[in-house]
C-alpha cells in the first residue's frame, strides 16, 4: 500500500480546517453541562433533551444571527468534581460562548469558578441554593428560584393546607439543605412549629430509620416537606407506606409526578408538589399556546411524559440564552453577559427577567420563576391553586 506523500498529506488537513472553520462560521455553540449519569441522570437527560426541543424550534425559524444553533451536551456524570471538568472542557475544547447547567446546586457551585476563571456566563436552569447568586459570580443568569423564593411562594397556602408541625426530609447537600433552611424560616414566621430536620445521603436506597424517627416522634408532624431527586423521594414513598406512615409529603424544587405515580404506585397518593411548569394545566401556565406547543413537541418525539417538567427547564434556559445571544449581535462571551440583563422572554416556567443578586458590583443574575401546588390524589394529578 502506498504511503500518503506530503504535499498531499498537507493538502488534505487543510481542506479539513477548512470545513472545520467554514462549519465554525455557519454554527452558534451553547454548551450543556447535565447529569445524563448517575444518581439524578433520569431528570438531567430530561433537562437536554428540552434543550434540543428548544434548539430545534429555533433552528426551524432561522436560527440565531442567521446561524444555526448547536448543542455541545456534555455529562457531568452526577458529580460536582466531573461538572467543574465539563465546564472547563465546553470552554476550552468546544470553545463555546455560553453555557447551561449543572442541575444540582452542588454540581453548579462547582462549575462557577471555572466561569470566572475563563469569564463565560452560564445559565442556571434548576438548581436553587441561595449560595449560587450570593457569591460575588457576574457570569452567573439564574431562571430556577432560589429555595427561599420558592418558601415565600408557599407562605399563603400553609393555612389553607392547615400546616401545624413539620419535620423535614432532605438530601444531604446544598440543595436539601438549604431547602430545610429557607422552608423552616418561613414556616416558622407562619406560626408552624418546626421539629427535626433529617438527612439522607443522595445515593442512599434505604431511608427507614428516618421514616421511623418521624413516625415515632413525640408530635406527630402534620405534614413532612421532602426535599430530593424523584427516584429517591419514589424509595422514601414506598418505606413510608410500608411503615405505616400517613403524614402527608409535600416535595418542594419541582420534582416530576407523574414518575412518581408510575414507579410508587398508590404510595405516592396523598403527597404534594410544588411546581414550576405544569403541563398537565397548559392553561394555568403564563404561555399556554407555548406549553401545549412543547408538551405535543415532547409527545411526538416519543419522550417519557412524566420528565416534561425537567424538560422545561431546559427548554427556557436554551431559549433565554438564544435570545440573549440574538440581542448581543454576535457569539461573543462578554456581550452575551451584557446582554443577558436586557433579555426577557415568556417561557414556560414563567417571565424571565434577571435582577441583580449579590455583592454590589459583582452580581449575579436571578429571574423570578412562577410557581404551582399540585397534588396527587387516586392516581391522578390535581392543581390545587
Same mark, same amino acid.
Given at each position: 500500500?502506498?504511503?500518503?506523500?506530503?504535499?498531499?498529506? !498537507? @493538502?488534505?488537513? &487543510?481542506? %479539513?480546517? *477548512? $470545513?472545520?472553520? #467554514?462549519?465554525?462560521?455557519?454554527?452558534?455553540? +451553547?454548551?450543556?453541562?447535565?447529569?445524563?449519569?448517575?444518581?439524578?441522570?433520569?431528570?438531567?437527560?430530561?433537562?437536554?433533551?428540552?434543550?434540543?426541543?428548544?434548539?430545534?424550534?429555533?433552528?426551524?425559524?432561522?436560527?440565531?444571527?442567521?446561524?444555526?444553533?448547536?448543542?455541545?451536551?456534555?455529562?457531568?456524570?452526577?458529580?460536582?468534581?466531573?461538572?467543574?471538568?465539563?465546564?472547563?472542557?465546553?470552554?476550552?475544547?468546544?470553545?463555546?460562548?455560553?453555557?447551561?447547567?449543572?442541575?444540582?446546586?452542588?454540581?453548579?457551585?462547582?462549575?462557577?469558578?471555572?466561569?470566572?476563571?475563563?469569564?463565560?456566563?452560564?445559565?442556571?436552569?434548576?438548581?436553587?441554593?441561595?449560595?449560587?447568586?450570593?457569591?460575588?459570580?457576574?457570569?452567573?443568569?439564574? !431562571? @430556577?428560584?432560589? &429555595?427561599? %423564593?420558592? *418558601? $415565600?411562594?408557599? #407562605?399563603?397556602?400553609?393555612?389553607?393546607?392547615? +400546616?401545624?408541625?413539620?419535620?423535614?426530609?432532605?438530601?444531604?447537600?446544598?440543595?436539601?439543605?438549604?431547602?430545610?433552611?429557607?422552608?423552616?424560616?418561613?414556616?416558622?414566621?407562619?406560626?408552624?412549629?418546626?421539629?427535626?430536620?433529617?438527612?439522607?445521603?443522595?445515593?442512599?436506597?434505604?431511608?427507614?430509620?428516618?421514616?421511623?424517627?418521624?413516625?415515632?416522634?413525640?408530635?406527630?408532624?402534620?405534614?413532612?416537606?421532602?426535599?430530593?431527586?424523584?427516584?429517591?423521594?419514589?424509595?422514601?414513598?414506598?418505606?413510608?407506606?410500608?411503615?405505616?406512615?400517613?403524614?402527608?409529603?409535600?416535595?418542594?424544587?419541582?420534582?416530576?409526578?407523574?414518575?412518581?405515580?408510575?414507579?410508587?404506585?398508590?404510595?405516592?397518593?396523598?403527597?404534594?408538589?410544588?411546581?414550576?411548569?405544569?403541563?398537565?394545566?397548559?392553561? *394555568?401556565?403564563?404561555?399556554?399556546?407555548?406549553?401545549?406547543?412543547?408538551?405535543?413537541?415532547?409527545?411526538?418525539?416519543?419522550?417519557?411524559?412524566?420528565?416534561?417538567?425537567?424538560?422545561?427547564?431546559?427548554?427556557?434556559?436554551?431559549?433565554?440564552?438564544?435570545?440573549?445571544?440574538?440581542?448581543?449581535?454576535?457569539?461573543?462571551?462578554?456581550?452575551?453577559?451584557?446582554?443577558?440583563?436586557?433579555?426577557?422572554?415568556?417561557?414556560?416556567?414563567?417571565?424571565?427577567?434577571?435582577?441583580?443578586?449579590?455583592?454590589?458590583?459583582?452580581?449575579?443574575?436571578?429571574?423570578?420563576?412562577?410557581?404551582?401546588?399540585?397534588?396527587?390524589?387516586?392516581?391522578?394529578?390535581?392543581?390545587?391553586?
Amino acid at each position: 500500500m502506498k504511503t500518503m506523500g506530503i504535499k498531499a498529506l !498537507i @493538502s488534505v488537513i &487543510s481542506i %479539513m480546517g *477548512a $470545513a472545520q472553520v #467554514a462549519h465554525a462560521a455557519d454554527v452558534i455553540k +451553547i454548551g450543556v453541562n447535565q447529569p445524563l449519569t448517575g444518581v439524578v441522570a433520569a431528570a438531567g437527560t430530561f433537562v437536554a433533551e428540552g434543550a434540543k426541543i428548544a434548539a430545534a424550534e429555533i433552528n426551524e425559524n432561522g436560527g440565531v444571527l442567521g446561524k444555526k444553533l448547536e448543542l455541545v451536551i456534555e455529562d457531568n456524570k452526577s458529580n460536582p468534581t466531573e461538572a467543574s471538568n465539563v465546564t472547563e472542557k465546553l470552554i476550552v475544547r468546544d470553545k463555546v460562548p455560553a453555557i447551561m447547567g449543572a442541575w444540582s446546586s452542588t454540581y453548579t457551585l462547582a462549575s462557577m469558578p471555572k466561569l470566572m476563571e475563563y469569564r463565560i456566563p452560564m445559565l442556571v436552569e434548576t438548581a436553587s441554593s441561595s449560595k449560587i447568586t450570593k457569591q460575588g459570580n457576574p457570569y452567573v443568569f439564574r !431562571i @430556577s428560584p432560589t &429555595s427561599a %423564593m420558592e *418558601a $415565600a411562594s408557599f #407562605a399563603d397556602r400553609v393555612k389553607p393546607m392547615g +400546616i401545624t408541625k413539620v419535620d423535614f426530609l432532605v438530601v444531604n447537600n446544598d440543595w436539601g439543605l438549604g431547602a430545610a433552611q429557607a422552608y423552616g424560616e418561613m414556616l416558622k414566621a407562619q406560626g408552624v412549629e418546626v421539629g427535626e430536620t433529617h438527612i439522607m445521603d443522595a445515593a442512599a436506597q434505604d431511608m427507614t430509620s428516618q421514616l421511623a424517627a418521624i413516625k415515632h416522634a413525640k408530635k406527630q408532624p402534620s405534614h413532612v416537606f421532602l426535599t430530593s431527586g424523584t427516584e429517591q423521594i419514589t424509595l422514601v414513598a414506598k418505606q413510608a407506606e410500608a411503615l405505616g406512615i400517613d403524614v402527608p409529603f409535600i416535595t418542594t424544587g419541582g420534582i416530576m409526578p407523574q414518575q412518581l405515580i408510575d414507579q410508587a404506585g398508590k404510595a405516592a397518593n396523598n403527597t404534594y408538589h410544588v411546581m414550576f411548569f405544569v403541563p398537565w394545566f397548559p392553561d *394555568a401556565t403564563l404561555n399556554p399556546e407555548a406549553a401545549r406547543g412543547f408538551v405535543a413537541q415532547w409527545e411526538k418525539m416519543g419522550l417519557d411524559p412524566a420528565g416534561s417538567p425537567e424538560g422545561a427547564r431546559g427548554y427556557d434556559g436554551i431559549h433565554t440564552l438564544a435570545a440573549a445571544i440574538e440581542k448581543a449581535g454576535e457569539a461573543d462571551p462578554a456581550k452575551i453577559q451584557a446582554a443577558l440583563w436586557k433579555t426577557e422572554i415568556d417561557g414556560l416556567t414563567g417571565h424571565v427577567k434577571f435582577n441583580k443578586d449579590g455583592p454590589a458590583g459583582k452580581e449575579s443574575g436571578q429571574s423570578v420563576p412562577m410557581t404551582y401546588l399540585v397534588k396527587i390524589e387516586d392516581g391522578k394529578i390535581v392543581n390545587t391553586d
